[in-house]
């Protein structure tokens, strides 16, 4: 008597584990669901995985649910040891009335390891959409902190806003990749903007930018607002309050009888240009700025030098069309006879202060 199947019975077969390939098989096949449910995010097209939600920058909604569905099918199922997914192809076979995946049809190779057999099998993934917990926050206004966006004794105004803008860009640019949404309502609220995110983390990260980018100063607070469920602890929220502040880049200001061109900030400090000084850099410390009187573009005349020499600069006022001297120690050791300037009263004394090259404007 030859070889036999001990199941089917079937001889002169190539016995796999005891089993003729058929019979071999059918353990595996029965472990593959014909049907299944593949969780999907119908916001942000995210899958869920186990108890995770998997969000990927780049791909379609078709593209997700194929990648969802081959995960969780995988996810799911447990194949005999020495058995194995191989390649796994996945179609869109059906759509909702707004086009997107309803059914995905899947077709999977199983291949046993040792002798190197493969079979193929077909199950069908039926997406089941639903929000994920970051979008479901999103739709439901939660929040864990809120940024107060405020300026210094008075409204925002239009400048203030193109600078929250250009940080609100920088901070989704930062956040590209991470898939997930961070802010869940930005309103205009008491002359500001109130920014709510959904976790501390992101509302720090933007606020970071924020004082980096326009020197706002900042106040932190929190409260309580409930248990957290999973701790048994206090629920937290906080309070970022931000106030823009009122000098500007660009604006020229008085100190100590020093005037000073704002350059930029660094690290939420005020970085400023010594417009009599050679034109070197620093930053100045909250101290010394809370005394600082900002020179209004009335106090400010444009000017050329004619001649110098050394007693006396001589200057045509642009505007008046008039000529004036001034003595050489309120005259910048590095100006030449063409160089535009602006004329400033300081601590009494008018002093003429060396514009870069370039359009001029006071």
């Known amino acids: 008597m030859g070889i036999f199947c001990p199941k089917c019975g079937a001889e002169g077969r190539k016995l796999v584990h005891g089993l003729c390939e058929s019979c071999f098989w059918d353990e595996p096949l029965e472990s593959i669901p014909k049907e299944f449910k593949v969780p999907m995010c119908n916001s942000c ?4 995985q186990g108890k995770r939600w998997i969000r990927r920058k780049e791909g379609t909604p078709e593209e997700r649910a194929i990648e969802g569905a081959k995960v969780e099918l995988v996810r799911s199922v447990d194949l005999p040891e020495g058995v194995e997914f191989g390649e796994i192809e996945g179609e869109v076979t059906e759509r909702t009335k707004s086009g997107l995946p309803k059914t995905v049809l899947l077709t999977a190779i199983l291949t046993e390891k040792d002798s190197g057999i493969s079979t193929k099998v077909r199950s069908l993934g039926s997406v089941d959409y639903r929000l994920c917990g970051d979008c479901y926050h999103v ?56 920014v709510k995110f959904i976790t501390l ?34 629920h937290y929220r906080t309070t970022i309050a931000t106030k823009m502040p009122s000098l500007r880049v660009g604006e020229r200001i008085e100190v ?13 400090r005020f970085v ?17 700025l809370a005394t600082a009187r900002r ?14 020499t050394t007693r006396f600069g001589t200057f045509l006022d642009l505007a008046e069309k008039r000529f004036f001297d001034l003595p050489i120690e309120f005259v910048p050791k590095d100006m030449v006879e063409g160089d535009v300037g602006v004329l ?6 008018e002093v003429v202060y060396k514009l870069d090259g370039g359009p001029v404007g006071i």
């Open 45 to 48: 097209f995210s899958y869920l």
């Open 201 to 234: 983390n992101g509302a720090r990260m933007f606020v970071r930018e924020l004082t980096e980018t326009t020197g706002a100063s900042v106040v932190e607070s929190a409260k309580v607002v409930g248990v957290d469920r999973r701790t048994g602890g206090g």
């Open 295 to 308: 020179i209004g573009m009335d106090e400010c005349r444009r000017v050329r030098l004619e001649a110098k």
């Open 344 to 349: 400033i009263c300081v601590n009494g004394n």
């Open 139 to 194: 739709a439901s206004g939660k929040y864990d902190a809120v940024v107060q966006i405020r300026a210094e004794g008075r409204r925002l105004d239009a400048e203030d806003r193109r600078a929250v803008e250009k940080v609100f860009e920088n901070f989704y640019r930062r956040l590209e990749g991470r898939g997930r949404p961070e802010v869940s309502e930005v309103k205009e609220h008491e002359g500001g903007i109130d």
């Open 272 to 288: 400023v240009k010594d417009l009599l000084g050679g034109g070197w850099k620093r930053t100045l410390s909250d101290s010394r």
């Open 256 to 268: 100590d009888g020093k005037v000073f061109q704002i350059s930029g900030h660094h690290r939420g």
